[in-house]
């Protein structure tokens, strides 16, 4: 058959005959230089030659049957970048094949660099940043703490309504501020008496703590009740060492912040259209169950983190995984990327996942070498222990992410294949894979889980301005929901973050030579 043709047409294709020189700079890079042979070289170019020519459209010519040297010279240099293209992305994948790198990035190399000499070898080179080789400890028998709790009504009740002020209608006051309020408000940034940034009409909680994507506002609560509308408060703001902002960067800053708008929250009544509007319950009982449910799934989240904090913690002590300050600041952002996937998976709102993100860049460089560490480990566990992703798991993954954003599981599969995210959750799915294994071998002793003080308001800015790229956000009303296999599962209303940035960038464009070249010649080139 056609299929059987083409799996053996590609088993048997001719592997290049490369010269592959890698420098070790560090554990952690790569640099690869790499020299093709002028037989290969010529081998790819009489074969997109012999493709052409059968297709090229040369004026006063049938197709095909124009001359052997006017085709070549007229579609020269088109060819030459799809030679170019084609031996590059060979080349790569041959190499990764050969000498199994373990790569955690794409390869940063310099298509415009690279060009095919006329005669003699083509070199060319690129760094790659990949996983440190080290000695895999001893995993199983590892004795670890669980977290567990059971909730209580009253803790039930209050997350109960948070949810419902997401339903509940914002009346404006005149206030002054009061704990638990909103405000909208102007936000003045100063350093040294100089403006850093103005960040205008924000919408801010009242809490003990404000948290911005570079800094935060210990005691933000204090300063601002007993506010009117109108008033300016100035409080002090502490920035972190790894904000986007040079200039501010571990500097404690002035922030005046203006009263524009004062606003409290009434709840819904819990009535029988309304709860059937959010989820078809029957009744209050019902809905508390819900959330008792999501309050649990929230936990498995908190034990897992805290199996992967143990297990790192384990493992890392003998093995050697320096990992450098330029290295992780590159990983950073896909490393808040996967989190906030896990985070949306786990059934988190959008507030809790904004507040964590808040967190995670403000220490983007330890954050991001605690998680990389974690994946090299789990990552080499799962290969020794040969677990992958199937089907069915990357189904289960998306259909609770479209749980938890109020959108179709199709919807959310194009998103991730379109934005390069199926890596990412193939990652996620795979660790997660293995921690099940790590529990299974461990020894574990429960102790009691301490939830976080919800005492954290989050804001998806950043104080030194507009260094940090942001999340995109959505609206939809949301709703509470029965999970997939029936059971009652609170789903997050307000704002789900859209985590699914575009991969991480890099110089590399390979695969751009492969352009089919346009076989059609104007009469006036072919004079």
């Not at 298509?111 to 400890?137: C, H, K, S, Y």
């Not at 339903?167 to 002054?176: D, E, H, K, L, V």
């Not at 935060?216 to 009740?225: C, N, Q, S, V």
């Not at 296999?485 to 960038?505: I, K, M, S």
């Amino acid at each position: 058959t056609e299929l059987e043709d083409q799996t053996t047409a590609e088993e048997t294709k001719e592997r290049l005959n490369l010269e592959v020189k890698i420098e070790k700079p560090s554990p952690c890079q790569r640099h690869v230089i790499v020299t093709v042979s002028r037989e290969d070289i010529e081998r790819y170019r009489k074969r997109a030659f012999d493709d052409l020519r059968g297709k090229a459209a040369v004026p006063g010519f049938r197709p095909g049957r124009a001359p052997h040297k006017l085709v070549q010279s007229l579609f020269r240099q088109e060819v030459a970048d799809q030679i170019k293209g084609s031996l590059l992305m060979d080349s790569l994948t041959q190499i990764n094949e050969e000498h199994q790198l373990t790569a955690i990035s794409e390869p940063s190399l310099d298509m415009e660099a690279v060009a095919i000499p006329d005669e003699g070898p083509m070199t060319f080179e690129f760094n790659l940043e990949v996983r440190p080789e080290f000695d895999l400890p001893n995993w199983r028998g590892l004795k670890l703490e669980r977290p567990v709790r059971e909730y209580s009504e009253q803790e039930i009740t209050k997350y109960l309504n948070k949810l419902l002020a997401r339903y509940g209608q914002r009346i404006s006051t005149a206030g002054p501020v009061e704990l638990d309020h909103a405000i909208t408000a102007n936000i003045e940034v100063q350093s040294d008496g100089n403006r850093v940034a103005v960040l205008a009409g924000q919408q801010i909680d009242v809490r003990p703590v404000l948290s911005f994507q570079d800094g935060r506002i210990e005691g933000f609560d204090a300063a601002i009740i007993g506010a009117a509308v109108g008033e300016k408060r100035t409080v002090k703001a502490k920035i972190s060492p790894d904000a986007g902002n040079e200039s501010i960067r571990g500097k404690e800053v002035d922030v005046i912040v203006e009263v524009n708008d004062i606003t409290k929250v009434e709840l819904p009544e819990l009535n029988r259209t309304f709860l059937d509007t959010i989820g078809g319950f029957a009744d209050e009982q019902e809905l508390r169950d819900a959330v008792s449910a999501e309050l649990q799934r929230q936990l498995k989240y908190h034990q897992q983190q805290r199996v992967r904090q143990q297990i790192t913690a384990s493992l890392t002590s003998s093995a050697d995984l320096a990992l450098p300050p330029e290295m992780l600041r590159r990983q950073a952002r896909r490393e808040l990327e996967r989190a906030i996937l896990e985070l949306q998976a786990s059934g988190f709102s959008q507030e809790a996942i904004r507040q964590h993100a808040n967190e995670l860049r403000q220490n983007s460089v330890a954050s991001t070498e605690r998680a990389l560490k974690e994946h090299f480990i789990l990552e080499r566990i799962a290969e020794e222990e040969k677990i992958d992703a199937l089907p069915n798991d990357y189904d289960d993954e998306i259909a609770l992410i479209a749980e938890q954003q109020d959108e179709s599981p199709r919807r959310i599969r194009a998103r991730l294949e379109k934005k390069g995210q199926m890596d990412t959750l193939r990652n996620q799915i795979i660790e997660r894979k293995v921690i099940n294994l790590i529990e299974g071998a461990a020894e574990f002793r429960e102790v009691p889980f301490e939830p976080k003080a919800d005492n954290i308001a989050a804001v998806d800015v950043a104080l030194g301005g507009g260094a940090r790229r942001r999340h995109p956000v959505r609206e939809h009303p949301g709703n509470v929901d029965r999970g997939r296999d029936g059971d009652p599962r609170a789903r997050r209303p307000g704002e789900p973050v859209d985590a699914h940035l575009p991969a991480a960038g890099s110089s590399s464009r390979v695969g751009e030579g492969d352009r089919p070249v346009d076989v059609r010649v104007p009469a006036e080139q072919a004079q």
